[in-house]
């Protein structure tokens, strides 16, 4: 097999494409930093008593949200409230809610290390707001972006505006990414595959087979919610 055909040229990873890993790692911090993010958490203000929603930049808060204002962030932030934090059974939420199931909550779990968009939390609460949203925009990005540099054979610009036009699809903007964990997971899932088959070195099969594992392990526990 020719070394440009090989395992570790399935996707090529050019100038073009190490500044594009550049640019979305200084995009993700800058968003921590500046505790960015896009929920919906703002209309708080609207139900509980009408005063502005001041921290709101771009935009405005969507009623048809509500996956994340009354359902996901709530149950996060129980989590974060709750002593001890983190806990596996929250007995603040009715006689006690069993917490390893929601996808977006965060606990004191081995699951947890297959939910990483949740692990801003353990950093504090704006901080893991943050995380969440720039985990999953990114996340859904790049691992579809290598998708798509698999099967097209390396079209950096046509895997990237694929990408791109995926984030923006009608279903994860109007959902606000609900559920992306689990394309993330199957992409990811995807690609270590490929390398997995391709592979004819020792630690590449080790290394996509860990990675294959965990991808699918994140899929299984998605599926739980």
């Known amino acids: 097999m020719p070394a440009a055909a090989g395992p ?100 004191k779990n081995f699951t947890v290390l297959y939910r990483p968009f949740t692990w801003g939390f353990f950093l504090g609460d704006d901080l893991g707001l943050s995380w969440m949203w720039w985990g999953l925009t990114l996340g ?32 994860f903007q109007f959902w606000s990414l609900h559920k992306a964990e689990i394309a993330i997971h199957w992409a990811g899932a995807f690609v270590a595959a490929a390398y997995l088959l391709a592979a004819r070195k020792r630690w590449i099969i080790w290394c996509a087979g860990i990675f294959l594992g965990w991808s699918i392990g994140g899929v299984a526990l998605d599926h739980i919610y």
């Open 8 to 107: 570790s040229r399935l996707v090529s990873f050019d100038l073009k494409h190490k500044i594009l890993c550049g640019s979305l790692a200084l995009i993700f911090v800058l968003a921590l930093l500046l505790r960015l993010h896009g929920w919906s958490t703002p209309i708080w203000h609207q139900i509980i008593d009408g005063s502005p929603q001041t921290e709101i930049l771009f935009g405005r808060t969507r009623d048809i949200r509500s996956d994340d204002f009354l359902l996901d962030i709530p149950m996060i932030l129980a989590q974060t409230a709750h002593q001890p934090s983190f806990p596996v059974i929250n007995h603040n939420i009715g006689t006690g809610q069993y917490m390893l199931a929601p996808i977006k909550a965060p606990a």
């Open 140 to 171: 859904l990005f790049y691992s579809f972006f290598l998708v798509f540099m698999l099967v097209s054979r390396n079209l950096f610009w046509i895997s990237f505006w694929a990408a791109f036009a995926l984030v923006f699809s009608p279903y």
